[in-house]
């Protein structure tokens, strides 16, 4: 017998076979059994639709412009500080930015363009291009380009028009490369991997953020820049982008994102404008909406761009007049209502910054920077000879670049580090597990061959619903909670194997799982979970523990919970944790050995969301998360080496 801490046992036992008084019940009987449904037609997706709904934050009433200064700088400083620097992102944003100029090409008539590299952090270089006007004297408005997810990057030719129009306009456009587009289309660039970097309690968005930042200092650095001329613009995830440094970098005096978000308000009702890893950032939504990003723009200048049949996402007549709506009332307190327009782009209409959206730009910097130096003509510069190929506009990048998954392994190579205090209070405030009363619905019962089925729809609070399936034969002898990755229809043979042995079975779906998961792209739903503040993993392993309190509750003792597959193997091992009283041991069928293990292998979050959990791996590997079991015991099934070796605490 091996121990897991000083007194947790375990137990190599495999819980097949056994005495047979439910052999007449075979597995694929039982698996029809489990697979009938207790909830009604997507009742999981209106539950979770109502739980992030209430918590996204609305607009503060203010009176007067003073007072919205204010209140936007409060908001401006919280979100840096509670959301985007924290952990090892408060020494990467001190860090000084180096930054490299490379080769200058030719561009056409009257620009050229220089190639440059800077670091985001230290060690992660992005490439990028200056567009110069070949003639420069005194100050000249600057323009951030930033864009979305297009695989040619810097090389799409709507944004090479953009840069090529503005340096023809007199002014100096930089043009980013955005992670996992273009030069930086590497696996080591996902998007999502930002979430491997919250599990280590460091602020992955910093990472978007700081690309950003470091782009405006360059910019600013520039000897004909003028600071009160700052511009950022972009499209689609480059909207996004625009949105999001604009408001919270107070040197930015210009903004026109394109197709690019929506308010989270916005996003629970329609689908198409869910974001993904990095527009949906831990927390965010804890202090603002991008409502309220919105209108901390004012009284800057503001084009908000949308388009009429957007195939893609935010289409202009959902996602604009609730952000129009908010942001108004705040630029008519700065007497300066002109400064927020809108645009809705018809021709094509769909998910573009095309021409018709491009002359909207070069129109509102033509109002908005009236001083010498600019073209105040909106009507775009033909340019089209002068696009050129990828090739052409690539720059040189060091061979050991770091990059977003090099990032995470490193920041997780000597985690975690022990909460001080009440190790099992710190699990609890990083899990944030949804602790409610359960009310129980008995539904159908049914006999067969002396096998009894009970169906139980349990209400948690006024939030959510928890199906159970109870079997049982007999006089039970004991109890277990089964869950399961594929949801409980998929645990037919272990029910079985319960059953056989004389227990009683609650095969459950908690959130995400089975019954309760979402059909597609389940893991944006995860990812608005955490924008406001609730952890997937906390509302999984506290349905979990109110599942086991309810059963105890009924029979007088505690059930031991039974999880198949690392997702629910570290849900039960945490529900276990924080639960000391109602779960009387946990069975574990294939569980991770190591929450690092997520990162060594680049694990897709899309795939297992709730272990991703913010701050988890900073303090709690899952064997300190099974210490916290201790006394009582873990059996460990099909569990890889690293499993044993961690799970046992060699």
């Not at 990003?293 to 949308?306: D, G, I, S, V």
Request: charged share 20%; aromatic share 6%.
């Amino acid at each position: 017998m091996t121990r897991l801490a000083p007194t947790l046992t375990l137990t190599l036992l495999l819980l097949l076979g056994g005495p047979t008084g439910a052999a007449d019940v075979d597995a694929a009987g039982l698996r029809a059994v489990l697979d009938r449904p207790l909830l009604a037609p997507g009742q999981t997706l209106v539950e979770v639709r109502a739980f992030v709904d209430a918590r996204i934050p609305d607009l503060p009433a203010v009176q007067s412009a003073d007072e919205w200064r204010a209140t936007a700088e409060r908001l401006r400083a919280d979100t840096l500080r509670t959301v985007i620097f924290r952990g090892q992102a408060a020494a990467w944003r001190d860090a000084t930015t180096r930054v490299e100029f490379l080769q200058t090409i030719a561009g056409g008539p009257g620009y050229h363009i220089r190639k440059l590299r800077f670091e985001a952090l230290p060690g992660l270089w992005i490439p990028a291009l200056l567009y110069e006007p070949d003639r420069l004297a005194g100050r000249v408005p600057v323009v951030l380009n930033v864009n979305g997810h297009d695989a040619k990057g810097k090389a799409a030719d709507y944004k090479q028009l953009r840069c090529i129009n503005q340096a023809k306009r007199g002014m100096i456009a930089l043009s980013l490369e955005w992670f996992g587009m273009g030069q930086l289309r590497t696996p080591g660039f996902g998007h999502g991997l930002i979430n491997a970097i919250d599990l280590c309690g460091t602020s992955g968005i910093a990472t978007h953020f700081l690309a950003l930042k470091r782009g405006i200092d360059l910019l600013l650095s520039h000897a004909h820049a003028d600071p009160r001329r700052l511009g950022v613009t972009g499209l689609s995830g480059g909207g996004w982008q625009t949105i999001f440094i604009s408001p919270l970098d107070p040197r930015v005096t210009f903004t026109n994102p394109v197709a690019g978000y929506s308010s989270f308000h916005t996003r629970v009702k329609y689908t198409s404008d869910l974001g993904d890893s990095e527009q949906t950032p831990c927390d965010l939504a804890t202090v603002v909406d991008y409502a309220h990003l919105t209108a901390m723009m004012a009284p800057h200048p503001t084009l908000l761009t949308f388009n009429a049949k957007d195939n893609c996402c935010f289409a202009a007549d959902h996602a604009l007049p609730p952000l129009v709506a908010a942001a108004a009332p705040i630029f008519r307190l700065f007497d300066r209502p002109g400064n927020l327009r809108s645009h809705i782009n018809h021709d094509p209409g769909d998910h573009n910054y095309g021409l018709d959206n491009r002359q909207a730009l070069y129109q509102m910097m033509a109002d908005a920077w009236t001083e010498g130096g600019t073209r105040s003509d909106p009507n775009e510069i033909p340019s089209d000879g002068e696009v050129k190929s990828a090739d052409q506009l690539a720059v040189d990048l060091p061979a050991d670049n770091i990059d977003l998954h090099r990032l995470a392994v490193d920041l997780a190579r000597d985690l975690p580090r022990a909460p001080r205090g009440d190790r099992r209070a710190a699990l609890r405030a990083i899990v944030r597990p949804c602790d409610e009363k359960v009310q129980a619905q008995r539904g159908a019962r049914d006999q067969t061959d002396g096998l009894i089925v009970t169906r139980w729809t349990l209400r948690l609070g006024r939030t959510w619903s928890v199906p159970v399936v109870e079997l049982c034969r007999g006089e039970p002898k004991g109890t277990v909670l089964v869950i399961a990755d594929g949801g409980r229809s998929s645990a037919a043979a272990e029910v079985k194997a319960q059953l056989d042995t004389g227990r009683r079975v609650l095969a459950v779906d908690p959130f995400y799982f089975g019954e309760c998961r979402f059909q597609e792209r389940g893991y944006l739903w995860a990812l608005l979970v955490g924008t406001v503040g609730e952890r997937p993993l906390g509302l999984q392993a506290g349905q979990v523990a109110a599942v086991a309190r309810w059963a105890e509750q009924r029979s007088g003792a505690s059930p031991t919970v039974v999880a198949i597959g690392p997702r629910t193997s570290t849900v039960a091992l945490v529900a276990a944790a924080l639960e000391e009283k109602a779960i009387a041991g946990v069975v574990l069928h294939e569980p991770l050995g190591s929450l690092k293990e997520l990162i060594e292998t680049s694990r897709d979050f899309a795939a297992s969301p709730e272990l991703f959990c913010f701050g988890l791996l900073a303090s709690f590997d899952l064997k300190q998360v099974a210490g916290l079991v201790a006394p009582r015991p873990v059996e460990l099934h099909r569990a890889s080496d690293r499993a044993r070796a961690e799970l046992a605490g060699r």
